[in-house]
């Protein structure tokens, strides 16, 4: 199969480009500025032309606190790019699928989101993805939509390796304890794609690890691994703060966790624990020289 992955040098793009290589796939990965999503006229062109039997569309604006300044690029890259693929993809005839997020939910209910719960984004960014998803799906009925959560990976910048570096240096760790999600690992959630797309599902798909968590439980997580791992660990506590000690511009929602079970039957294997896929995250981060 001919796959168009966009935003392919991102965090998770990049473990897309190579999971659908290594299953023997051709693989089509445009540099941003070969496809610049700011462009949708121009990028539309490009799309067309590569007449690819997939696209998976990882590219993003994902500055969650600069999408407030920059509302503009946000929604031209996240929604009026984004539903340009879809319609590039309906007149190719390729498949699709598009890549969003838990802040599309504002955070009010104490049960994890279903696909079918109602949206309420509470930044910028999270409204611009919003509009992306139903701008793919108005365009592309037969489109996937796979929200994830909490995304982190060996590649690009993330919290893992920002808690790794500040706990490296021996600097003090205060971290908000009333937003509640679940970290995810990349390599899971190309899983999860790569089992999407071989059954050819459409509609949209909660995916993330198992269990929740608060970023300070996560960041307590990273340093207690990291440290049985053998990492260098020097700040040993993390201070648990409210979110009004760590006031940032976007609004983030207090509880974001996604419910998985209609993705389930879909996988090939168990959805594992965060704090599971952590630790293989870890290893794997041990093992690359040219991941920091
Ligand atoms: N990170 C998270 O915690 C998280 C959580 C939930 C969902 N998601 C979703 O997961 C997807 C992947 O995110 P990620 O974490 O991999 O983010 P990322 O590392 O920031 O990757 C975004 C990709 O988009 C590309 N891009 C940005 N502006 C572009 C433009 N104008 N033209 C072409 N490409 C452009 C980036 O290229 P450059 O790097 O060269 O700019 C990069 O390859 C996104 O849809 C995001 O909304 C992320």
Not at 30 to 39: S, V
Not at 59 to 67: H, K, S
Not at 165 to 182: N, S
């Amino acid at each position: 199969m001919r796959v168009l992955v966009t935003g392919g040098n991102g965090q998770l793009g990049t473990e897309v480009v190579r999971e659908f290589g290594r299953l023997g796939h051709e693989v089509l990965a445009p540099l941003p500025e070969e496809m610049d999503f700011l462009d949708p006229d121009g990028l539309a062109a490009r799309v067309a032309a590569l007449q690819a039997d997939w696209i998976i569309n990882c590219a993003a604006y994902t500055q969650v606190d600069r999408a407030e300044d920059e509302s503009g690029q946000a929604f031209t890259i996240n929604r009026d790019s984004a539903g340009r693929l879809a319609e590039t993809a309906a007149k190719t005839g390729a498949r699709m699928l598009h890549v969003s997020t838990d802040f599309v939910f504002d955070g009010k209910q104490t049960r994890p989101y279903r696909e079918d719960d109602e949206p309420g984004p509470l930044s910028v960014y999270g409204c611009s993805k919003w509009e992306g998803d139903r701008a793919v799906l108005a365009a592309l009925p037969g489109a996937i939509v796979l929200r994830t959560a909490w995304v982190y990976g060996v590649h690009g910048h993330n919290f893992v390796k920002t808690m790794l570096r500040i706990a490296g240096e021996g600097k003090p760790l205060r971290v908000v304890d009333d937003q509640v999600g679940t970290p995810t690992w990349t390599a899971d959630i190309v899983q999860a794609m790569v089992a999407l797309v071989d059954a050819a599902a459409s509609g949209v798909f909660h995916f993330t690890a198992a269990g929740e968590t608060s970023w300070c439980g996560f960041a307590r997580a990273i340093l207690a691994e990291a440290d049985r791992l053998g990492f260098e660990v020097k700040t040993r506590t993390v201070e648990a703060i409210p979110t009004s000690e760590y006031p940032t511009p976007a609004t983030r929602p207090h509880y974001s966790v996604l419910d998985t079970h209609k993705i389930r039957p879909w996988l090939a294997s168990p959805i594992p624990s965060w704090r599971d896929s952590l630790i293989n995250m870890l290893k794997e981060l041990q093992a690359c020289a040219d991941c920091w």
